[in-house]
């Protein structure tokens, strides 16, 4: 009883004895709890309602994870519903709001929740307190429970009848346990009756039409008759299968066979003498970005390449609408009773596989890679899980089969084939901002090493200090931070592309001695133009060497002549930027703590004429060597 009723519905005890005080003590205790309080009950209805209805929801959630769990939520669910219970009966005494229509309100909604009409409830209860204290009289009607029975009446009963009363009307038994088991039961087990458990079995069938129809010996007419499945029929059903195909419908054939009550299980064996139901038919039109997506990879000299499952007619289908002109056809029949070598030798020719197994794609896809091709493969299904893994780039989408992510090297967050063409363009980009870098690097690295070694064959000294080389590392390094980010030309990007190494040697073989050429005219003007000392000839080469090996970033970085081709900013910036430091370096401050002099200014004049010199020249070395030694295939 919640506080609201204690004291509210208290009988007048005429023979309890209570002296004058004890009247008077109850009464002060009681006082406080004779007028409801609005706040008090709307708080004890909500915590009463809300947590109820929140454990039946999470019981059904659970039904589908554990019945453990739902028997655990069953326990304080039960406990709520006794506590609704309580607010019932305050409602029935008219004391957990002050006014009557409001408790008969709520009293009537806890009483849908509880399973016990309010208003019979009321009535009964009422009956019940006014004969609480007279055992030889039973009340009109029904206990919520069970029928009420009198002291006699109770004694009459025997031990067992007496044993279960007491149980079916104890509060725990009732609101508690009986509930969850009851729900448990009538959800966990059918309604069928055993007699329905031991009729014939049906065994279901579905898969391509033209397996079914050919296990198929009859089929279903009008009414459910069954019906020979004769020549004439066959070739009904075969020709709507073919209408469908060639209208792009994915088409599933469904029949069934009647079964034993005693087979337990199929078996491989069970699938003949089918009755024909008909077809389940699908629509599944290809993505509207999925024409552009191929048109675009086809002009970046991706072959495309569609490997399905479907039969002939969906897949021409699906070409057609895809904008792919099918080449040639190859089916999984076709693919059966074909050799190694003939799959390869057809290979150029054909561009579809339709009716494919799993294995055969996967031998497909190894087909390819062994003809000397980089095969990319995009796939969703478990079925694709093979080819996934063969495949040099297996892509899937977040969507798909767990198999078939764990399988892939990619996976696309958005369904699009245009993500496939932006990914392909800029692994290209990145492949070719690298092999500027690389080109750049070695060329001048090795004409750095050259210059190095010569100059230690006549000099009597370093011909640049430790600290002066790793600052001229530092600068270099830094000036090519933007090179990840520099422009590409849609003729680089038109075409795939592959490391070559040996294009980069031979492209170091040609250009490094070109670099040490200029180095070599440096240290001849240092020594017998400007009669440098030790401190000035490390000064002279450091800016030379810097200039030259930085400035040629602008000749490499594109096949075409510099002027025709913009850098981007970053890497412009960060070079001429990185040029400059080197220049300046020795007329500030810091220049005696890396062991720099001032140069005069004619070395200024001479190092501008050399720069331009050999950037002129390794621009004509560079056209000469992509048209005659490394032509772009």
């Not at 001229?472 to 190494?501: I, K, M, R």
Request: aromatic share 10%; charged share 20%; net charge neutral.
């Amino acid at each position: 009883m919640t506080q609201d009723a204690v004291g509210a519905t208290l009988p007048p005890h005429n023979d309890v004895a209570i002296g004058d005080g004890g009247h008077a003590l109850l009464r002060e205790r009681l006082r406080p709890y004779q007028t409801p309080s609005l706040v008090r009950s709307l708080a004890q209805l909500a915590m009463s309602v809300l947590p109820f209805i929140g454990c039946w929801a999470l019981m059904v959630l659970s039904l589908d994870i554990s019945y453990a769990v739902t028997l655990l939520l069953a326990v304080p669910a039960a406990g709520f519903l006794v506590r609704i219970f309580i607010i019932q009966h305050d409602c029935g005494h008219g004391a957990f709001f002050r006014s009557r229509r409001a408790n008969d309100a709520i009293g009537t909604l806890c009483g849908v929740m509880t399973l016990t009409p309010y208003a019979n409830w009321r009535r009964q209860h009422a009956g019940h307190h006014a004969n609480w204290n007279n055992l030889d009289r039973r009340n009109s009607g029904y206990d919520i429970y069970s029928s009420c029975l009198t002291l006699d009446e109770y004694n009459a009963l025997g031990r067992r009848e007496r044993l279960f009363h007491r149980l079916l009307r104890h509060p725990v038994v009732a609101l508690i346990l009986l509930p969850p088991l009851v729900f448990l039961v009538l959800y966990r087990f059918p309604f069928d009756t055993p007699s329905d458990w031991r009729q014939e079995r049906l065994l279901v069938v579905k898969g391509a039409p033209e397996d079914v129809l050919r296990q198929s010996t009859h089929y279903e007419g009008e009414g459910g008759v069954e019906k020979p499945l004769d020549p004439a029929a066959r070739a009904e059903l075969d020709a709507l299968f073919q209408k469908l195909g060639e209208d792009g419908f994915r088409v599933l054939a469904i029949a069934s066979k009647a079964m034993g009550p005693d087979h337990a299980s199929a078996a491989l064996g069970d699938e003949s003498e089918l009755a024909f139901a008909g077809y389940a038919v699908f629509l599944d039109p290809p993505k509207a970005s999925a024409m552009a997506a191929i048109r675009d990879l086809t002009g970046a000299g991706v072959a495309v390449r569609l490997l399905t499952g479907d039969n002939e007619r969906v897949t021409r289908h699906v070409c057609a609408e895809l904008g792919l002109p099918v080449i040639g056809l190859i089916t999984g029949d076709d693919l059966r009773a074909m050799s190694e070598e003939a799959l390869r030798a057809r290979l150029p020719k054909v561009n579809v596989f339709c009716r494919v197994t799993p294995a055969q794609k996967e031998r497909v896809l190894l087909a390819y890679k062994r003809s000397g091709r980089v095969v990319g493969f995009l796939g969703d299904g478990i079925n694709d899980a093979s080819a996934l893994h063969a495949a040099d780039v297996g892509i899937s989408v977040d969507s798909a089969a767990d198999v078939a992510k764990e399988a892939a090297g990619l996976i696309l967050l958005d369904h699009d084939l245009s993500v496939v063409h932006e990914a392909v363009m800029e692994g290209r980009r990145t492949v070719q901002n690298v092999t500027k870098y690389i080109l750049m690097g070695s060329s001048s690295n090795f004409g750095n090493m050259f210059s190095m070694a010569g100059a230690s064959l006549f000099l009597p000294f370093l011909p640049m200090l430790p600290t002066q080389v790793l600052l001229n590392n530092l600068l270099y390094d830094a000036s090519e931070a933007g090179v990840p980010l520099d422009t590409v030309e849609a003729e680089a990007l038109a075409l795939p592309v592959q490391w070559d190494l040996r294009l980069i040697q031979r492209f170091m073989l040609v250009l490094g001695p070109v670099s040490s050429l200029f180095d070599f005219l440096t240290f001849y003007a240092l020594l017998h133009l400007f009669n440098a000392d030790e401190a000035l000839f490390q000064t002279g080469w450091f800016v030379e060497s810097l200039a030259t090996q930085v400035l040629v970033i602008f000749v490499i970085r594109t096949r075409r002549s510099p002027w025709l081709s913009r850098p981007n900013a970053i890497l412009a910036g960060l070079s001429l930027g990185a040029a400059a430091v080197g220049a300046l370096l020795p007329l500030t401050p810091l220049a005696s703590f890396f062991g720099f002099v001032v140069p005069p200014t004619s070395f200024y004049l001479f190092l501008a004429a050399a720069v331009v010199t050999y950037l002129v020249l390794v621009e004509i070395i560079k056209q000469v060597f992509f048209r005659y030694v490394a032509p772009r295939q």
